[in-house]
């Protein structure tokens, strides 16, 4: 999954994909291997279907991920 629809970094967990279809797909199947392993997170913490965010600089949407143009412009 990793390099395919999700993106971790530390206690991060970026899922993006290109539809609500695939979305609900790819939450299922990381939710369910956090459930395996007996992780649990904060459901506070959660964002689900934003329909891009910005992660380390980087906007992620179901364009793609692309350099966030603010970090661009202060260089």
Do not use: W
Request: glycine share 4%; charged share 20%; aromatic share 14%.
């Amino acid at each position: 999954m990793i390099g395919r629809f999700v993106v971790v970094y530390f206690n991060h967990i970026l899922i993006y994909s290109q539809s609500e279809e695939d979305h609900v797909q790819h939450l299922h199947e990381v939710l369910t291997i956090l459930f395996n392993k007996k992780l649990c997170g904060n459901l506070e913490k959660y964002d689900f279907f934003t329909p891009q965010v910005v992660f380390l600089a980087y906007v992620v949407s179901a364009q793609g991920i692309h350099v966030d143009e603010s970090k661009i412009k202060a260089i």
